[in-house]
């Protein structure tokens, strides 16, 4: 199973790199409800067990996209920072060879000043996606904090190297789903390499090879 889940997750994630769609004229950019939303693929349809969605406003549904997508997103760079953190560990290629052991103790083993580096790193992509696509919370209502603007659709931070988003709607709507479905498979894939390492303290490629 350990193999099965490795390699689902190493095919998941290459096929959803693209970067998030930007805004555009699609069913689902125009009013963003339960019925227009991308996101769902047969068998399974619009998975909701406990109902958040139905019970949740176009501001809230929009925050909660928002935070599967960029949950979803993290996860892919997780799967493939586990497996190639493991891979280079004991090479010079990467800290002079003084990183070994489940991926899990990486960071705990990262020389003295590059863990802040990493964590200045992470909170100034965090604040740039912030300003791109939430309320300025000196303008919000004090009992609406943390909106998303009106403008903004979940996930488009405007990040686009590539070029790879469609111009066509329902291919755009094609490629949010694609990157939806990869990411809660990505996040499935990290929480369980995240558990087996902390049960047995071994590394995924050590199962994966035995």
Do not use: C
């Not at 929009?62 to 891979?87: P, Q």
């Amino acid at each position: 199973m350990m193999k099965l889940a490795i390699v689902s997750a190493l095919v998941g994630s290459t096929a959803a790199f693209a970067p998030a769609p930007v805004a555009r004229a699609t069913t689902a950019m125009n009013a963003f409800t339960v019925d227009s939303m991308p996101g769902a693929l047969a068998p399974m349809g619009f998975f909701d067990p406990l109902g958040f969605a139905e019970k949740a406003d176009e501001k809230t549904l929009k925050r909660y996209r928002e935070a599967e997508v960029t949950h979803g997103r993290v996860a892919m760079l997780a799967v493939i920072g586990f497996l190639v953190g493991e891979a280079v560990e004991g090479s010079s290629f990467l800290f002079d060879a003084q990183i070994s052991g489940p991926a899990i103790t990486h960071f705990l083993q990262v020389p003295d000043g590059w863990d802040a580096l990493i964590i200045t790193f992470i909170g100034a992509a965090e604040a740039q996606r912030a300003q791109i696509g939430w309320v300025d919370p000196a303008n919000a209502a004090y009992d609406q904090p943390g909106l998303l603007r009106d403008d903004y659709y979940p996930g488009d931070i405007g990040f686009d190297p590539l070029g790879l988003k469609p111009e066509d709607p329902e291919e755009l709507d094609i490629m949010i789903t694609k990157e939806l479905q990869n990411g809660r498979l990505a996040m499935l894939a990290a929480a369980g390499f995240l558990a087996q390492e902390a049960v047995d303290g071994k590394g995924i490629l050590e199962h994966f090879s035995s």
